[in-house]
T-cell receptor, first 116, second 114 residues
Framework: GENVEQHPSTLSVQEGDSAVIKCTYS??????FPWYKQELGKRPQLIID?????GEKKDQRIAVTLNKTAKHFSLHITETQPEDSAVYFC???????????????FGKGTKLSVKP | DAGVTQSPTHLIKTRGQQVTLRCSPK?????VSWYQQALGQGPQFIFQ???????QRGNFPDRFSGHQFPNYSSELNVNALLLGDSALYLC?????????????FGPGTRLLVL
């Protein structure tokens, strides 16, 4: 089955710097890659996602890149702010399996701390 | 437009007991997935319900069962609770449009088994 590895487990940056979190996946059939942000005691919130028919997607200060050949994808946050501090999870699934993406396989998370 | 809601927010049980957790999907969504999130870990897929049937299942024992109602709400049942079942239980709802689907999570139910 699918396995998702996420690095680093913790990341500390100064406000205004960029942060990069990387994930690798094992199943070449995976074609959907979302990123979730989870603040302490709160629900995971989708911040950006990418499908395997594109290599990069941007939304303001957040971008995700996908390398299907190497089976890895990365989250890039520019101009970090203290409110970006949270745990970030990457995930992978095959949207063509069973007619649904339901079986999201998550990485173990990256705790991002943005220091003012 | 209400988002995904779950009840209860917290629950304390003892080993061997049974528990039922509830989830109401986001308005317009017809699919509910359940995940278990242990402390410091990413969510792990338990199963997914669509059209009142279990469509996919992760690597969880039969002690974990579920149900989906005609109004798309869902329940997660866990029998014979073990200490290791202590976790945050998240449900996520979605609606497939064409070939795409996005899951939105509820706030979770934190279960403590003593």
């Amino acid at each position: 089955g699918e396995n998702v590895e996420q690095h680093p487990s913790t990341l500390s940056v100064q406000e205004g710097d960029s942060a990069v979190i990387k994930c690798t996946y094992s199943d070449s059939a995976s074609n959907y890659f979302p990123w979730y942000k989870q603040e302490l005691g709160k629900r995971p919130q989708l911040i950006i996602d990418i499908r395997s028919n594109v290599g990069e997607k941007k939304d303001q200060r957040i971008a995700v890149t996908l390398n299907k050949t190497a089976k890895h994808f990365s989250l890039h946050i520019t101009e970090t702010q203290p409110e970006d501090s949270a745990v970030y999870f990457c995930a992978a699934s095959n949207e063509d399996y069973g007619g649904s993406q339901g079986n999201l396989i998550f990485g173990k998370g990256t705790k991002l701390s943005v220091k003012p | 437009d209400a988002g995904v809601t779950q009840s209860p927010t917290h629950l304390i049980k003892t080993r061997g007991q049974q528990v039922t957790l509830r989830c109401s999907p986001k308005s317009g969504h017809d699919t509910v997935s359940w995940y278990q999130q242990a402390l410091g870990q990413g969510p792990q897929f338990i199963f997914q319900y669509y059209e009142e049937e279990e469509r996919q299942r992760g690597n969880f024992p039969d002690r974990f069962s579920g149900h989906q109602f005609p109004n798309y709400s869902s329940e997660l049942n866990v029998n014979a609770l073990l200490l290791g079942d202590s976790a945050l239980y998240l449900c996520a709802s979605s609606l497939r449009t064409g070939t795409q689907e996005t899951q939105y999570f509820g706030p979770g139910t934190r279960l403590l088994v003593l």
